[in-house]
């Protein structure tokens, strides 16, 4: 049984900065893929932020490039997601996901069979 528990979304102003955690627990240690995704009201899920973590590449949607960084500690188990330069269009519920053979495109939900409860961040 895999746990992810997201946490450290808020309400911020526009241009301030959010960092993001995702926990996890239970048999993670096939995991080969994780991500952040993003859900607004009225829109689909969107990946935005994604880690391979064999080759620790990471993975970015062009509206978040440059400005959100994904990363991970490993001692931890933790997945972060630092966001910088916050806009009134980054206020969504933000989830984490992971996966353990990547089986479609990084950014699409259905590419992940583990997920989170989502964490709220909204910018002002």
């Known amino acids: 049984q895999v746990q992810l528990v997201e946490s450290g979304g808020g309400s911020v102003q526009a241009g301030e900065s959010l960092t993001l955690s995702c926990g996890a627990s239970?048999?993670?240690?096939?995991?080969?893929?994780m991500c952040w995704f993003r859900q607004a009201p009225g829109n689909g899920r969107d990946g935005i932020a994604a880690?391979?973590?064999?080759?620790?590449?990471?993975y970015y949607d062009n509206s978040v490039k440059g400005r959100f960084t994904v990363s991970r500690d490993a001692a931890t188990n933790m997945l972060f997601l630092q966001m910088n330069s916050l806009k009134p269009e980054d206020t969504a519920l933000y989830y984490c996901?992971?996966?353990?053979?990547?089986?479609?495109?990084?950014?699409?939900?259905?590419?992940?069979?583990?997920w989170g409860q989502g964490t709220q961040v909204t910018v002002s």
């Open positions: 996901a992971a996966s353990r053979r990547l089986t479609g495109a990084w950014y699409r939900g259905g590419s992940y069979a583990n």
């Open positions: 239970g048999y993670t240690d096939s995991f080969d893929f």
């Open positions: 880690l391979r973590i064999g080759s620790g590449a990471t």
